[in-house]
């Protein structure tokens, strides 16, 4: 039998062939839509390709991208592949100084930068220099000198003769850091053969599910971990795909839903709190104003999803799946899809699961190592950290030594998340190890803590770290953001824990009101600046 590589030129190659006048929309920044297709796409992106090979692009050297969500980013995540080089997707949310960091570590070659990000850029081009800055004029304003406008660039280049840089499947593709809460974030590599393997999995039915009559609203960001393989996927099956660009409030976010309504979203569960607020309070004030599409599946993780939440989206005909998965994880794990065997069950028991963190995708494998260095039982009460291995699951980091606090010495990623597994397979993550809260040496969990007083009719937002105690070494305090006039009142949230079940000792004894929860440059809750604000 003849062995083909794997290789993402396949899937641009298959777009062009079959899916030549399926749409690409992406919104500007001055809030039209530019529509393309996928056999312009297929062309820009062999013209991206082979201008990067006249720059002299040489095998396996990376090229940064700094962009929002748009075509052109998407014609990054083949073109640059496409020439040998390898993807670095830096995100714009950081410091100057720490995006400068990274691309150092990373030794980038080429930046691809959208013209409403040069500020941005001006503030970290004294730190490191890149040997070309391609400039994407997405405002549709004249690219600066010294830069190099993408747009002219792209349209000066022949592809005639053009032919794929040689590859192996293992070779990489791109590469992408991590959040770096706890130190200084380090680098995933990702090859062909992981991304083709992740893709093919994540289009399984139970998982994105993708057909080619979907239609794809991807807010995650495209620097966030591939916005979680979306585009490669999208990419394989035709499928259409609406692009946000920098506009992701939430009254944004339901205009385009509005005007090009989506069959599967993606994002982080606190930008679908914003827009599920934000369309509830419109049904009051501007009845009729915007619609939700009723039947779209919604794929969200990034951080616990609150099961008032996915109830919140029911009501409205919208079905959440929860995904959990890190950047060494390329992303996708796990998924909280309906099994079959849930097909009779209560509707309080399908919420109670789909704010799990799901079941283990194909090829991968999930353990859960207790504090004794054994497995734990899935019985659904043991717990421990997640532990996981597979074909698109990394086994070191760029540049850093394989550590034992990382990797176990089996060759197992160590997750750093503590949870449960039932017997169902269904995971439930019940903290990270340095968020969990040792009172009176039992663990209580901040996670479920937090989905119970998100589930409380005031609250907006919580988050809960723990605090040094004299007697119990430490104790919950539940840090609260409250929905516009309300009032704050302790006892009522003691009140409601205790009759969600917690006992009395694991409820918090203090209670901070505070205007917004501080957030990582991925939109999860930032806990260490919590800790910061109330260290006792």
Same mark, same amino acid.
């Given at each position: 039998?003849?062995?083909?590589?794997?290789?993402?030129?396949?899937?641009?190659?298959?777009?062009?062939?079959?899916?030549?006048?399926?749409?690409?929309? *992406?919104?500007?920044?001055?809030?039209?839509?530019?529509?393309?297709?996928?056999?312009?796409?297929?062309?820009?992106?062999?013209?991206?390709?082979?201008?990067?090979?006249?720059?002299?692009?040489?095998?396996?050297?990376?090229?940064?991208?700094?962009?929002?969500?748009?075509?052109?980013?998407?014609?990054?995540?083949?073109?640059?592949?496409?020439?040998?080089?390898?993807?670095?997707?830096?995100?714009?949310?950081?410091?100057?100084?720490?995006?400068?960091?990274?691309?150092?570590?990373?030794?980038?070659?080429?930046?691809?930068?959208?013209?409403?990000?040069?500020? /941005?850029?001006?503030?970290?081009?004294? /730190?490191?220099?890149?040997?070309?800055?391609?400039?994407?004029?997405? *405002?549709?304003?004249?690219?600066?000198? $010294?830069?190099?406008?993408?747009?002219?660039?792209?349209?000066?280049?022949?592809?005639? %003769?053009?032919?794929?840089?040689?590859?192996?499947?293992?070779?990489?593709?791109?590469?992408?850091?991590?959040?770096?809460?706890?130190?200084?974030?380090?680098?995933?590599?990702? *090859?062909?053969?992981?991304?083709?393997?992740?893709?093919?999995?994540?289009?399984?039915?139970?998982?994105?599910?993708?057909?080619?009559?979907?239609?794809?609203?991807?807010?995650?960001? =495209?620097?966030?971990?591939?916005?979680?393989?979306?585009?490669?996927?999208?990419?394989?099956?035709?499928?259409?795909?609406?692009?946000?660009? $920098?506009?992701?409030?939430?009254?944004?976010?339901?205009? /385009?839903?509005?005007?090009?309504?989506?069959?599967?979203?993606?994002?982080?569960?606190?930008?679908? =709190? %914003?827009?599920?607020?934000?369309?509830?309070?419109?049904?009051?004030?501007?009845?009729?104003?915007?619609?939700?599409?009723?039947?779209?599946?919604?794929?969200?993780?990034?951080?616990?999803?609150?099961?008032?939440?996915?109830?919140?989206?029911?009501?409205?005909?919208?079905?959440?799946?929860?995904?959990? %998965?890190?950047?060494?994880?390329?992303?996708?794990?796990?998924?909280?899809?309906?099994?079959?065997?849930?097909?009779?069950?209560?509707?309080?028991?399908?919420?109670?699961?789909?704010?799990?963190?799901?079941?283990?995708?194909?090829?991968?494998?999930?353990?859960?190592?207790?504090?004794?260095?054994?497995?734990?039982?899935?019985? %659904?009460?043991?717990?421990?950290?997640?532990?996981?291995?597979?074909?698109?699951?990394?086994?070191?980091?760029?540049?850093?030594?394989?550590?034992?606090?990382?990797?176990?010495?089996?060759?197992?990623?160590?997750?750093?998340?503590?949870?449960?597994?039932?017997?169902?397979?269904?995971?439930?993550?019940?903290?990270?190890?340095?968020?969990?809260?040792?009172?009176?040496?039992?663990?209580?969990?901040?996670?479920?803590?937090?989905?119970?007083?998100?589930?409380?009719?005031?609250?907006?937002?919580?988050?809960?770290?723990?605090?040094?105690?004299?007697?119990? *070494?430490?104790?919950?305090?539940?840090?609260?953001?409250?929905?516009?006039?309300?009032?704050?009142?302790?006892?009522?949230?003691?009140?409601?824990?205790?009759?969600?079940?917690?006992?009395?000792?694991?409820? $918090?004894?203090?209670?901070?009101?505070?205007?917004?929860?501080?957030?990582?440059?991925?939109?999860?809750?930032?806990?260490?600046?919590?800790?910061?604000?109330?260290?006792?």
């Amino acid at each position: 039998m003849m062995q083909m590589p794997l290789s993402l030129n396949h899937l641009l190659d298959r777009a062009g062939t079959l899916f030549a006048s399926n749409e690409i929309v *992406s919104r500007l920044p001055d809030k039209s839509l530019r529509r393309h297709s996928y056999g312009a796409f297929y062309q820009r992106t062999r013209q991206l390709a082979q201008a990067l090979q006249n720059l002299g692009l040489q095998k396996g050297e990376r090229v940064a991208t700094l962009c929002w969500n748009h075509h052109a980013h998407l014609e990054c995540y083949f073109g640059i592949p496409a020439a040998g080089g390898v993807m670095h997707t830096l995100n714009l949310r950081l410091s100057p100084e720490e995006i400068a960091w990274i691309a150092n570590d990373a030794q980038d070659k080429v930046l691809i930068i959208d013209d409403v990000l040069l500020p /941005l850029y001006q503030q970290f081009a004294h /730190l490191y220099h890149f040997e070309k800055v391609i400039v994407f004029p997405f *405002s549709g304003a004249a690219v600066p000198a $010294p830069f190099t406008d993408y747009e002219q660039l792209l349209a000066s280049t022949d592809t005639q %003769g053009f032919q794929y840089a040689p590859h192996a499947e293992d070779d990489a593709v791109s590469m992408c850091y991590t959040s770096g809460t706890t130190g200084r974030p380090k680098g995933v590599v990702y *090859s062909h053969r992981s991304t083709i393997l992740h893709t093919l999995v994540g289009c399984l039915g139970d998982f994105w599910g993708l057909k080619g009559s979907d239609v794809i609203l991807p807010v995650t960001p =495209m620097f966030h971990a591939n916005s979680w393989g979306i585009p490669y996927g999208a990419v394989m099956m035709g499928v259409k795909l609406v692009f946000p660009g $920098p506009h992701l409030h939430p009254e944004d976010l339901l205009d /385009l839903m509005t005007a090009e309504p989506p069959t599967l979203s993606l994002g982080v569960p606190t930008i679908w =709190m %914003g827009l599920i607020q934000a369309f509830e309070a419109a049904q009051t004030t501007q009845p009729g104003r915007w619609k939700l599409p009723a039947g779209m599946r919604s794929l969200v993780g990034g951080a616990a999803v609150p099961e008032a939440l996915i109830r919140a989206f029911d009501r409205h005909g919208i079905w959440i799946l929860q995904g959990w %998965g890190m950047t060494e994880t390329s992303p996708l794990c796990t998924v909280s899809y309906p099994k079959s065997e849930l097909k009779d069950a209560p509707m309080d028991e399908r919420y109670r699961r789909a704010a799990m963190a799901g079941v283990p995708v194909p090829l991968t494998e999930l353990r859960i190592r207790g504090e004794d260095g054994l497995d734990a039982p899935w019985d %659904g009460q043991h717990v421990g950290e997640i532990q996981v291995r597979g074909p698109f699951i990394t086994g070191s980091y760029h540049q850093v030594p394989v550590s034992e606090d990382k990797f176990s010495a089996d060759g197992w990623l160590r997750t750093g998340d503590v949870a449960s597994v039932d017997a169902m397979g269904f995971v439930r993550i019940t903290d990270r190890t340095k968020d969990l809260i040792k009172s009176g040496g039992e663990w209580i969990s901040s996670v479920d803590l937090e989905n119970a007083l998100m589930a409380h009719p005031d609250v907006a937002e919580a988050a809960v770290i723990a605090i040094p105690d004299p007697k119990w *070494s430490e104790r919950p305090l539940a840090c609260i953001v409250l929905k516009p006039g309300k009032q704050p009142r302790p006892e009522d949230f003691a009140a409601h824990l205790l009759q969600h079940g917690f006992a009395k000792w694991q409820v $918090p004894d203090r209670y901070e009101f505070i205007d917004a929860v501080p957030r990582t440059s991925t939109g999860k809750f930032y806990k260490l600046k919590l800790r910061e604000r109330f260290p006792a």
